[in-house]
């Protein structure tokens, strides 16, 4: 099935990040020796030295955090590249989709545009977007590229957005709460999961009341709840759709995930049914659980107290090996408009430039710690090499010291996150864009209502499976 009409709906606010940290460095080309600083220097494939481009970006991060490693990145490129200017505006998410397709029917659109995988459809209906094949082959060929993480772009061979950002679900655990169960190391599998969020549900001060559950996981209405199910899922090496695009979520690998969900749901809070993404995020900290698949490790409330009591892996599998995972990807677009201005060489030079892999990490560990992690094995090995910008790094009390708590909870959650994202899909996209309403069926929170029937209605697994197989194929209809 092509895309075609996509209803757009924004998809994730999570995931993931990881850092081991170690030696010290500068943003890429601003501390090269005098050889790599000429190679550097050569001009990008189809730029023009003598003409000047002025290029135009839009992205969705207001905040001081966010936009820093932007600006410092730019600075470095305007640098090498001084013919070249680029300019950024912060367009909010909310109105972004409005305001993008008002600007391509204007012939006013940026230059790059920062999509994500339920966010870019709308422009490519509407014939905005450009195929960025060749860069995306000279990126994959100088730093290895996670192919799965531009699956949800690419329609018909063309891949119409370069993700630089992937968000990852992790297990995320308390090391005491294991230890004083007499847990060693976190679970691995599946039936390990259940047996482990069972045993960490335990009443610690004698009061008869529990106030210590094994696992932090909502049966929510929000997207809260449709994503830990999608990396769930994925950890059963399914996806939503066929390769032809058929709804297929009535088989036994989705049953096996509901019963799943079902069992770690009999180990959370009973206020989980109404945690929504700020009540999970600040009873993780406050240690009402133990075991926690999130998107992000939420850092800055552990450090900020000086409690290093948090460690991460990938999560539990059915037999415990790691051949599928979720990830959720957000990258720069190229728009027609851009190929009009005469402006596509410049833009690709950018692209090229932010995937370095100082700049790469920048541009993701530095923008939002414990959420965003690279797209290239080339930034992901240079984080296990330990580098780290101290200046540019935003956690509070992070010592980067080699063995001391901060750094160890950076290697645990940078080896896990390496681990799952590089054989990772995203949710509905596994064999790429096959059909052309799940935007509206996750909109729609069928996913959600799908859980909701096992956790919070008394339906079994296969009552569930079949009622969100109906619907997704009355949706599809």
Request: aromatic content about 12%.
């Amino acid at each position: 099935m092509k895309l075609r009409k996509i209803v757009v709906f924004l998809m994730i606010a999570v995931m993931l990040f990881a850092v081991t940290a170690g030696c010290a460095g500068k943003p890429a080309d601003t501390a090269a020796d005098t050889d790599a600083a000429a190679e550097a220097a050569a001009p990008a494939e189809g730029v023009d030295p003598d003409k000047t481009y002025e290029i135009t970006i839009w992205h969705h991060e207001p905040n001081a955090q966010r936009e820093l490693p932007w600006n410092v990145v730019i600075e470095a490129f305007e640098e090498e590249y001084p013919n070249i200017k680029v300019t950024t505006e912060a367009v909010l998410w909310d109105d972004y989709q409005p305001k993008l397709i008002n600007a391509l029917q204007t012939n006013t659109a940026p230059d790059l545009t920062f999509n994500a995988e339920t966010t870019w459809a709308s422009a490519y209906q509407v014939d905005g977007l450009v195929p960025m094949n060749d860069v995306y082959e000279r990126i994959n060929a100088d730093y290895d590229y996670f192919e799965g993480c531009k699956a949800g772009y690419t329609v018909d061979g063309n891949t119409y957005c370069i993700p630089y950002i992937t968000l990852g679900e992790l297990l995320f655990y308390r090391p005491s709460m294991l230890e004083a169960a007499g847990l060693t190391e976190p679970p691995k599998t599946w039936d390990e999961f259940v047996e482990y969020a069972e045993k960490l549900t335990v009443d610690t001060d004698g009061d008869g009341q529990i106030d210590q559950y094994g696992v932090g996981i909502s049966a929510v209405r929000l997207d809260l709840t449709e994503n830990t199910y999608a990396a769930l899922m994925a950890t059963n090496g399914v996806d939503v759709f066929d390769e032809e695009g058929n709804p297929a979520i009535n088989t036994p690998e989705h049953i096996a995930v509901l019963k799943l969900y079902g069992d770690l749901y009999k180990y959370t809070s009973p206020a989980a049914s109404g945690w929504g993404w700020g009540e999970v995020e600040m009873n993780w900290p406050a240690g009402t659980f133990a075991l926690f698949p999130y998107p992000s490790p939420v850092l800055p409330a552990f450090f900020a107290e000086e409690n290093y009591d948090i460690a991460a892996a990938p999560l539990p599998t059915p037999d415990g090996t790691h051949n599928s995972h979720i990830s959720m990807n957000q990258g720069l677009s190229i728009t027609k408009d851009c190929v009009d201005r005469g402006n596509m060489a410049a833009a690709e030079a950018f692209v090229e430039f932010m995937f370095k892999p100082e700049n790469h990490w920048l541009m993701t560990i530095c923008a939002e710690p414990g959420l965003f992690f690279p797209t290239t094995q080339a930034c992901n090995d240079l984080i296990a090499e330990g580098y780290m910008v101290e200046e540019y790094f935003p956690l509070e009390n992070y010592d980067h010291t080699e063995g001391s708590p901060t750094r160890e909870i950076f290697d645990s959650i940078a080896a896990a996150a390496a681990e799952t994202l590089s054989v990772g899909f995203p949710f509905g996209h596994k064999y790429g864009p096959v059909n052309e309403n799940f935007a509206s069926m996750y909109g729609a929170q069928l996913f959600t209502d799908m859980v909701q029937k096992v956790c919070l209605e008394g339906a079994t697994p296969e009552e569930a499976a079949a009622w969100a197989q109906q619907a997704m194929e009355e949706m599809d209809e």
